[in-house]
């Protein structure tokens, strides 16, 4: 994405100049053991309500966030599921 406005700004200790390019990777995001613990294994219990509260809201950001979001994930999230199911042996 094209840094909008005209301006110098510090992201954490980096300053990025005017006119300067950034590109945000989710899949590096989404493989920070220090927000998600053993990235690397399949785990859905991570999308628990308990286990969503302990991050920072946009540590999982599937559908992007603010004004310029999804405008279909709510109805993804909380309109398309068919059924739950928990297959035991």
């Known amino acids: 994405m094209e840094l909008a406005g005209c301006f110098i700004f510090f992201l954490g200790e980096y300053l990025v100049p005017k006119g300067a390019i950034i590109a945000a ?13 053993e990235p690397l294994r399949f785990d859905p219990d991570r999308h628990l309500p308990e286990n969503v509260s302990k991050r920072h809201p946009y540590a999982f950001n599937a559908f992007g966030a603010g004004p310029r979001g999804c405008p279909g994930t709510y109805t993804l999230t909380h309109n398309s599921t068919i059924g739950k199911f928990r297959i035991s042996a």
Do not use: D, M, S
Request: no cysteine.
């Open 25 to 37: 990777f989710l899949i590096v995001a989404y493989r920070n053991a220090k927000v998600f613990p």
